[in-house]
């Protein structure tokens, strides 16, 4: 019955990436705690890189500075 | 002044349909606990099927071999 | 499938209210969106007032000054 | 180490407008709660009209009636 | 930089299996989209049974009735 | 009508740290979005070391090894 919500930057994860995330986790959460994976529901939030900041900074400034 | 944040797979709901979310939760709210509407909070967050999954799986494989 | 979350203050919810609050959310998403109710999550949040704050003030500080 | 999300309305908040939001709430809990601005993670959602609710009412609909 | 919430409900889990819930899905967001651990956030929510709801009932009852 | 969630871990924040965190990010949200401060909503989690993590390790171990 758990519920997961993951939140990364949008920076281009495919949906096969996004299908290992779903059944990674949700197999972790049976092996540690023994939840039951019928009922565990995991939600993906794609963010704009423009939306999400560390450091006091905008990823978007982050990945311009990193590419220089 | 309760917040409420409903997530739901973006399959076509309508905007008249998230009206009667967001009238019905805070009409419930007000029945249930006495909470003021005035100041009860409702967002809605669609999610795209590739990014939503349960059991295990994304709901978008989910939907297509409940289509077959 | 869908997932719920309300946040109230933490102020006397009790168990038969927070029964009637899964109940009614879970029925509004049915009858508007046709969700399955078996698949649907429910999770309230109770805060503390010191917590959670309207009118960049705590509710601890609104609810002493309503009583007064 | 902290995480913040803030929920706002999306109606055309710039770029620079989010920069400000993030550089400020980090510089916030540094100021008040001494805590690393390196590690403190600021996520943005910017939700359709249509999505958020106040008063039991789209938010589309009351900024309708404002204009008038 | 990935933000992980995981909510469980609260039934005893330990410290070292939060260790290996924070541990596992740190490492499976590097192994799926290589995401730097060092900035990965875990955060897990303990949800009393009386406040989680799946099926329109109250994990609370699901349990008395399952032990019967 | 902004809705802020801010998580800290639960390292003993006072009532006043809470009340400054409040009035600062509404008033943050006034100052670069024009936002109403009357209908900002502001929720404080606090969580506990043991389930928080960061780099992969929970925050008690982290403090632990920082104390040594």
Chains 1, 2, 3, 4, 5, 6 share one sequence.
Not at 7 to 23: C, D, H, N, V
Request: hydrophobic share 35%.
């Amino acid at each position: 019955m758990p519920y997961v919500n993951i939140k990364i930057t949008r920076e281009g994860a495919t949906s096969e990436q996004k299908a290992a995330l779903i059944s990674g986790v949700t197999r972790l959460l049976q092996e540690v705690l023994n939840k039951n994976p019928a009922t565990t529901v995991v939600v993906i939030d794609e963010v704009d890189t423009d939306n999400w900041g560390i450091g006091g900074e905008q990823v978007t400034l982050i990945r311009q500075q990193s590419r220089r």
